[in-house]
C-alpha cells in the first residue's frame, strides 16, 4: 500500500484537474435543470420520466468519464513518456496499473456521489411539485439504481485499463471501451433472441447461436447493472439477484485488472 497509494492519490488528482470532467459535470448538471421541464410535459407519466431522466444523466455522466477522463489518465503516461520516470521509481507495473486503477475508481465514485445527490435533488424537488404523479416511489430502488452504475463504470474502467496495457494509443483504446459497452448492454436482449428465435419468426443457425453463447459468457453483461425500469417503476429486487450483481461486477473487474498488469508487466516500451 505505501506503493500503491501515492499513484492513486497522483492519479486522482489529475482527474479532478482535468477540464473534461467540469464540462461532463455541467452537461450533468443541465440534464437535471431540464428534467424539471421535460417531465412537467408528460403529466401522467412525471414521476417515471423524471426518475428515468435523472438516471439517465448519472449514467451518461459516468460514461463520459470513463471515455474521456479514465482512458487519458492512463494513455497520457505513455504518450509523453512519463511512464519511464514512474518505472524507474521502486514500484512494478503491476503495482502501477493497480495504484492508477484505484485512484481512477475513486475519480469516478467521487464525482458519481457527487451527482446522484443532484439527480436526487432534482427528483426530490420534482415530487414536491408534483406529489400526486409519483404513486410508486422508492428511494431505496434509486439509491440501488445508483449504486449498480457506479459499480458497471468502475467495471468499465477495469477494461479500458485492460485495453491500454497492450493498445499503442488512446484512441485504439477508446474504440475497444465503446465496442464492449454496446455490446455488454445489448448482450442479454441478443441471447434471448437468440434463444427463442420463434418467438419473432427469424431463422438463426447453430453457428450464429454458439458465437452469441460465447460473447455471453466473454463479454460483460453490463445490462444488468441497468435498473432504471426498476427504479422508476418500484419493482421488487431480490437479495439474490443483488448479491449475485455485485459478486458479478467485482469478480469481473478483478479478472480484468489482474489481466492488464499481466500483460502490462510483460509489454516491452520502445
Same mark, same amino acid.
Given at each position: +500500500? ?13 482527474? =479532478? ?20 421541464? =421535460?417531465?412537467? +410535459?408528460? +403529466?401522467?407519466?412525471? !414521476?417515471?420520466?423524471? #426518475?428515468?431522466?435523472?438516471?439517465? @444523466? ?11 477522463? %479514465? ?10 513518456? $512519463? ?15 493497480? %495504484?492508477?486503477?484505484? %485512484?481512477?475508481?475513486?475519480?469516478? *465514485? ?8 443532484? @439527480?436526487?435533488?432534482? #427528483?426530490?424537488? =420534482?415530487? +414536491? ?12 430502488? #434509486? ?23 497492450? $493498445?499503442? $494509443?488512446?484512441? *485504439? ?8 459497452? =454496446?455490446? !455488454? ?20 443457425? @447453430? ?52 489481466? @492488464? ?10
Amino acid at each position: +500500500m505505501n506503493t500503491l497509494w501515492p499513484v492513486a492519490l497522483i492519479t486522482f488528482k489529475e482527474g =479532478i484537474r482535468n477540464r473534461a470532467l467540469y464540462g461532463i459535470t455541467l452537461l450533468a448538471l443541465l440534464f437535471f435543470i431540464a428534467n424539471f421541464l =421535460i417531465s412537467g +410535459m408528460f +403529466m401522467q407519466e412525471v !414521476g417515471k420520466v423524471a #426518475i428515468d431522466i435523472a438516471l439517465s @444523466a448519472v449514467s451518461l455522466s459516468g460514461l463520459l468519464l470513463v471515455l474521456f477522463v %479514465g482512458i487519458n489518465l492512463m494513455a497520457k503516461d505513455l504518450d509523453k513518456k $512519463t511512464i519511464y520516470m514512474v518505472l524507474s521509481r521502486p514500484i512494478s507495473r503491476s503495482q502501477y496499473i493497480l %495504484g492508477k486503477f484505484l %485512484g481512477m475508481a475513486l475519480l469516478i *465514485i467521487t464525482t458519481m456521489v457527487f451527482l446522484s445527490v443532484c @439527480a436526487a435533488l432534482s #427528483i426530490q424537488l =420534482i415530487k +414536491m411539485v408534483y406529489p400526486n404523479y409519483f404513486p410508486r416511489f422508492s428511494w431505496p430502488m #434509486i439509491l440501488l439504481a445508483l449504486s449498480f452504475n457506479t459499480l458497471s463504470m468502475i467495471l468499465l474502467s477495469a477494461l479500458a485499463f485492460f485495453f491500454a496495457s497492450f $493498445t499503442s $494509443t488512446s484512441f *485504439i483504446t477508446l474504440v475497444l471501451t465503446v465496442i464492449v459497452y =454496446i455490446i !455488454g448492454q445489448s448482450l442479454s436482449d441478443v441471447k434471448a433472441l437468440v434463444d427463442a428465435p420463434q418467438t419473432v419468426g427469424i431463422h438463426v443457425s @447453430a453457428a450464429t447461436v454458439k458465437l452469441v453463447q460465447l460473447a455471453y459468457y466473454l463479454f460483460p453483461n453490463l445490462s444488468v447493472f441497468n435498473l432504471k425500469i426498476q427504479a422508476a417503476h418500484s419493482l421488487f429486487l431480490p437479495a439474490s439477484y443483488i448479491l449475485w450483481t455485485v459478486t458479478y461486477g467485482l469478480i469481473y473487474t478483478a479478472l480484468a485488472i489482474t489481466g @492488464a498488469a499481466i500483460i502490462f508487466r510483460l509489454r516491452e516500451f520502445p
